[in-house]
């Protein structure tokens, strides 16, 4: 899916090399693609453990956590910081 996203963002770069013009909707949308493709890896990541639910309580409390630091300071250097230390204390205490 996130292969078809990234298409759907290259046509939009193609359209306009070529003199055709995007819509400012259009254009605010294809800025949402990169997150996108970004949330459903990561997704994937905390769901799915070798084909079956993941059931690692430790990450989805540091997602949480990393999505609470990205909240209060909108840098996603900030949650990757926050999310990564999130991970490294909670595997050590569950």
Do not use: H
């Not at 990450?59 to 996603?76: D, N, P, Q």
């Amino acid at each position: 899916m996130g292969v078809a996203t990234l298409a759907i963002r290259g046509w939009a770069v193609v359209a306009v090399s070529l003199g055709l013009e995007v819509s400012p909707a259009v254009a605010e949308t294809l800025k949402l693609v990169g997150p996108a493709v970004l949330s459903a890896i990561a997704a994937n990541a905390l769901l799915i453990d070798d084909g079956s639910i993941s059931t690692n309580w430790a990450w989805y409390l540091a997602a949480v956590i990393a999505a609470a630091g990205w909240l209060k300071w909108r840098s996603g250097g900030v949650a990757f910081a926050i999310g990564f230390a999130a991970v490294s204390v909670l595997n050590q205490i569950l």
